[in-house]
């Protein structure tokens, strides 16, 4: 316990105790209040213990000195004292009171250490806004006050963080023009495209495929003539990857045995089919991937 008041911590020494009062509403002499909250337990260090004195009510300076000094175990009469150091209130728990004292027109008290410092979080008003460092509070909502800083929360060890709902979590919402620099596990909803997107390299978006809304597939059969290389449908998709086509029964390679032109319904494919050949063409696939 340092010698003299410092910083958060206010010390009452054996030359100016704090002088106690009696609780007039505990048994006579039992219970005494320093009405002073967040003494520091001796946990903190083996000096913080109180040390409690009976002497002349009023007379602070000479307690230490001149009066009689009570310990926590007694004087072996079945004496012993309890100090609740959270509330200051000193109890005598035993079946006894200090042996040989003589209350009249004394009081009990109190050498020590109390906690003056912050407690909690500081500069909340009224209506539940506040603020410490860069946060500022205000009902449930957290404002971060720095512009264009990271929002950072840190766990140690394995720990995760744990949303426990069974509502959902908002991601942040932004157009293509908006998007943050990328980095390695970012997620945002891109209101431009209508799609998830995440960083997997720190470079890159790249959008995540949703559920689709399941199409009927269609078949479209044509006969080959030795010459016609281009077939015609309001099936065939526009793109050569969401098609699946066989001449004869063999599938035939998107890009390589044939192509889309990507604006009308129809297919081109490399070689024109023999006479007679049998040109499956199955569309109404999902999206492909790219």
Known sequence: MPGSSS???????TSTPDETAADNTASANRTWKTE???WIPPEFGSTYGV?????????????????????????????????????????????????????T?????????????????????????GD???????????????????????????????????SGIKVPVGTTAQRPSATPGLIRFNSTTGKYEVSEDGSTFTSLRTEHTSQEVKKDVFTGDGSTNTFASIN???????????????????????????STSSI?????????????IMSGFAEAQT
């Open 7 to 13: 910083g958060v911590v206010t010390v009452y020494p």
């Open 36 to 38: 002073l909250t967040d």
């Open 51 to 103: 040390k409690v004195y009976v002497h002349t009510s009023g007379d602070a300076g000479n307690a230490a000195g001149s009066g009689d000094q009570l310990f926590g175990t007694g004087s072996g009469n079945n004496d012993e004292w309890f100090f609740d150091y959270q509330s200051g209130v000193l109890h005598f728990i035993g079946t006894n009171l200090p042996n040989g004292i003589n209350f």
């Open 105 to 129: 027109g004394k009081s009990v008290y109190i050498s020590g250490a109390r906690y003056t410092g912050q407690i909690g979080l500081q500069n909340i008003s009224g209506g539940g806004a």
């Open 132 to 166: 410490t460092g860069n946060f500022s509070f205000s009902g449930s909502t957290i404002n971060q006050d720095t512009t264009n800083a990271d929002f950072t929360l840190n766990t140690t060890g394995t720990g995760n963080f744990v949303f426990n709902t069974n």
């Open 236 to 262: 065939v998709a526009t793109d050569p990857k969401n098609l699946i086509v066989y001449i004869d029964g063999v599938m035939q390679e998107p890009t390589e045995n044939y192509i889309t032109d990507g």
């Open 268 to 280: 081109t494919i490399s070689e024109a089919p023999h006479t007679g050949a049998r040109i499956v």
